[in-house]
């Protein structure tokens, strides 16, 4: 029973991580149509830069917010240089950001080696809290639940409250007609690849802290962002949210009752859905 | 008249060449086999799989697990490796029920689930070091016992799936997948199943796939879980790509390119998937059709200004 309820807070904190990357892509391709397979690279850029930037400075949200500065300026020169020129070809996209993710990866693992990479954290967030009925869990994945609550009330706000949000919603349904009455609608696309870019390197940071930083977790991250927005469908924040818990929590009791299948786990609800809803729980036609 | 020269090139070269190009060769027409077979898909009804690496790693592991853990013999192992892979093909199907981006998605997700459970199923699989000491494939009497007489196994059964590929893609059937390609409602409209076609396409396409991973167990003699990687998934995709989707020498043209440069690459830079990257960013900002679309280019404008070679 106990490990149930610590298994289901793994669940729920790996799912504030997922979701941070999940949001961004879905956004990205919501708004401007962009398939970034590059969002784990740029989780793992982010992770790297904020290591280094802790190791130097000593301070963690500096690293929080250098990580994701560095994927903001990175993600900036790639959507103007690169996947500008594909146009609305998905399947260009998708070879030219894998591309991109291979480089990136390539000379990430030149410059900080192939060891598995753990960014320092702040005292106050180490050690262990106890929960009710006698329970222990680490500090930092609890915080980081609430962090990752916090970023999805703060992105809802913005998306269903705020009148950039309102256009945001409306260039997602009709991008002519929101370019036709006026708004600068390439604004919008530099704003809302920005923020995916930097929820993606906050989330490197953040993961890199509990998860590690290795060659190869760009991969393994974005399989799982992959199939939260899947079950979520393309482009829906909310469906980010509930893919996001619904994959965290699967993975968590997978490795827990079958750690050889835990991988395996995830083909279910795929599956599931392709079978009863191939365009995932909030998806629309695209 | 091309096709004939580069049969007697390639039915020559172990006479003229030495073995490490045999063994690069027969390397270059097994990964054109599963770059074909992506492009069964991709070239004849616009689906783009980034999981076909699957179906070549589970035949592959079927047959080297069968081989070498239980001693069955090829004449078994080798078709109950193509069986196993082609029997994922029925399950992982069920994606054709999506199109576009999302069977983009959906086909990358279940790849890296049969990748996962290589790696992570480790008492079945071998985990990172997987199968090894995979013999010679032997059949009663009839034995291979060098990479010579492989070669010309693997010329062989490669020059027998492309005639088959001919037939299958000139038939009612495949003009039905290059409708659906062109217009999948217009198609529908005209009465045609068109996703059992896909359906079929998809499973015929891993049956491919499958056959290319058991003559891959059998020429590399081991497998790991690399072989089920996304890396040689889009690998093979872009393999069909560089080459020219929709032809039957392209994915064989794009697989030797690649190969070739790889293993001239990994001599002289460190950072070769670095190189790969880059490969994949200029093909898609440069040459979109691959190298048969832009001969295709070319000699049609060497035609238009009237100094055609032919």
């Known amino acids: ?286 | 008249m091309v096709v004939i020269v580069l049969l007697a090139a390639a039915l020559a070269l172990p006479y003229y060449a030495g073995p490490f190009w045999m063994g690069l060769a027969t390397q270059i027409y097994i990964f054109g086999l599963l770059a074909l077979s992506v492009d069964l898909l991709l070239g004849n009804t616009g689906l783009f799989s980034l999981c076909h690496a699957s179906f070549f790693a589970v035949a592959a592991y079927t047959t080297a697990i069968l081989q070498v853990r239980y001693g069955v013999p090829t004449a078994l192992a080798a078709p109950a490796g193509v069986c196993a892979g082609t029997l994922l093909a029925v399950v992982f199907g069920i994606s054709v029920r999506t199109r576009g981006v999302y069977f983009i998605l959906i086909t990358i997700a279940l790849g890296f689930i049969v990748w996962g459970v290589a790696y992570r199923w480790s008492s079945f699989t071998g985990g990172d070091n997987g199968v090894t000491n995979v013999p010679f494939p032997s059949i009663g009497p009839l034995a291979i016992a060098t990479h010579f007489q492989y070669y010309y196994l693997v010329l062989a059964i490669v020059i027998l799936c492309a005639i088959g590929y001919r037939v299958l893609v000139r038939s009612p059937f495949g003009l039905g997948l290059r409708g659906i390609k062109a217009s999948e409602t217009r198609m529908r409209s005209l009465g045609y199943r068109t996703g059992l076609h896909l359906y079929v396409a998809f499973v015929l396409s891993g049956a491919l796939a499958s056959l290319a991973g058991v003559l891959y167990v059998y020429y590399n003699r081991f497998v790991n879980p690399v072989t089920g990687s996304f890396q040689i998934s889009v690998e093979a995709a872009l393999m069909a790509i560089v080459g020219g989707t929709g032809t039957i020498v392209g994915p064989f043209i794009g697989s030797g390119i690649l190969l070739g440069l790889r293993n001239w690459g990994s001599s002289f830079f460190e950072l070769h998937a670095a190189v790969m990257g880059a490969v994949f960013i200029a093909t898609v900002l440069w040459a979109p059709d691959g190298l048969v679309g832009l001969a295709r280019r070319l000699r049609a404008r060497l035609r238009a200004t009237g100094k055609d070679p032919e």
């Open chain 1, 1 to 286: 029973m106990t490990s149930a309820i610590l298994q289901a807070i793994n669940g729920i904190s790996f799912a504030a991580l997922l979701f941070l990357l999940a949001s961004g892509f879905t956004l990205s391709f919501g708004l401007m149509r962009v398939v970034n397979m590059a969002h784990g690279a740029y989780y793992l850029l982010g992770g790297y830069v904020g290591l280094t930037l802790a190791q130097r400075t000593g301070s963690f949200t500096l690293a929080i917010i250098g990580g994701g500065a560095a994927v903001v300026a990175f993600g900036y020169l790639v959507d103007r240089l690169l996947i500008r020129r594909t146009g609305e070809n998905h399947l260009a996209q998708v070879l030219l950001t894998v591309g991109v993710a291979f480089v990136v990866g390539d000379v990430a693992l030149a410059i900080w080696g192939g060891d598995n990479l753990k960014i320092p954290v702040p005292p106050f967030l180490r050690g262990a809290v106890e929960l009710p009925g006698g329970m222990y869990y680490p500090k930092y994945r609890f915080v980081l639940i609430f962090f990752g609550a916090l970023v999805a009330a703060v992105l809802w706000l913005l998306y269903r409250k705020t009148q950039i949000g309102a256009v945001v919603r409306a260039g997602v349904d009709d991008r002519e007609q929101v370019s036709a009455t006026g708004i600068n609608i390439d604004r919008l696309f530099v704003i809302t690849s920005g923020l995916a870019s930097f929820l993606a390197g906050i989330a490197g940071v953040v993961g890199g802290a509990f998860l590690t930083l290795y060659p190869g977790a760009e991969w393994e991250i974005l399989v799982y962002a992959l199939v939260v927005v899947i079950v979520g469908g393309l482009g829906s924040l909310e469906g980010a949210m509930i893919g996001a818990l619904i994959v965290g929590l699967l993975d968590a009791y997978g490795r827990w009752l079958l750690p050889e299948f835990s991988y395996f786990v995830l083909f279910g609800p795929i599956a599931l859905l392709m079978l009863f809803r191939p365009r995932g729980l909030f998806g629309t036609e695209h």
